[in-house]
């Protein structure tokens, strides 16, 4: 079946403008994790969902930065006002079920670049 | 707070020789440990991982890992490396005291990038 995909998978935005990053999970999956990669490093956790409920957004670096999955299955992660700092590569990844030893499966990513 | 390192942010083998890729933790008990491989412009790739039990564990491709609790290590192997095993390849760790259906991110290490060469 299909993996996890991701829409856009390039996106330049100028500094100040909003963006939207979306998600399609594995079909079925119950849990759907955002992730920022810094260039050169690994992924640092941003969100958690569980179904349609945001149960950890712990690791969202400003509230400029906002996630929803109204539905349970597709997810969007929103940045508004960028900065250059938020140039990265976002991962969503998707889990069965949630539990600790369930493996994430992660799509291809987003690269945002902010000029 | 749980953590990962992986202390080589290179390693470099000749095709046909066995590989290691090192990775050490630090979780407050019984980790949950994970090998993800990433290729350019692609996301993270599953490797294998150690939930419980035996401490070697064996995964696509080829690779395996042995869990170490008293080093407190995971290190990725692979008897003999192909070219087309370089990429970028990170531990990870989930705390396992967390296995309540809620929150159960990954922290990851920064990446060890393999060059495989003829």
């Known amino acids: 079946g299909a993996g996890v995909s991701q829409s856009p998978r390039y996106k330049v935005a100028k500094r100040g403008q909003d963006v939207a990053l979306r998600c399609d999970p594995i079909?079925?999956?119950?849990?759907l994790f955002w992730y920022q990669q810094a260039l050169g490093q690994g992924p640092e956790f941003l969100t958690y969902?569980?179904?349609?409920?945001?149960?950890?957004k712990s690791g969202l670096p400003s509230d400029r930065f906002f996630a929803e999955r109204p539905e349970g299955s597709v997810s969007t992660l929103k940045i508004q006002r960028t900065q250059q700092e938020d140039s990265a590569v976002y991962l969503c990844?998707?889990?069965?079920?949630?539990?600790?030893?369930?493996?994430?499966?992660f799509g291809p990513g987003t690269r945002l670049l902010v000029l | 707070a749980q953590s990962v390192a992986q202390p080589e942010d290179q390693v470099n083998v000749a095709e046909g020789n066995p590989l290691t890729v090192k990775c050490t933790y630090s979780?407050?008990?019984?980790?949950?440990l994970f090998w993800y491989v990433q290729y350019p412009n692609r996301g993270l790739q599953f490797l294998l991982k150690?939930?419980?039990?035996?401490?070697l564990v064996k995964g696509s491709y080829g690779f395996e890992a042995e869990f170490n609790k008293s080093q407190t290590s995971f290190h990725l192997k692979k008897p003999s490396a192909l070219v087309s095993d370089s990429a970028l390849y990170f531990c990870?760790?989930?705390?396992?005291?967390?296995?309540?259906?809620?929150?159960?991110?990954?922290?990851f290490g920064t990446g060890t990038r393999l060059q495989v060469t003829l």
């Open positions: 990844a998707s889990s069965y079920s949630g539990r600790a030893q369930e493996t994430q499966y």
């Open positions: 079909s079925g999956h119950v849990s």
């Open positions: 969902f569980q179904n349609e409920a945001q149960l950890d």
């Open positions: 979780v407050s008990g019984n980790p949950y």
């Open positions: 150690y939930i419980t039990g035996d401490n």
């Open positions: 990870a760790v989930r705390d396992p005291f967390v296995d309540t259906g809620t929150a159960s991110k990954l922290t």
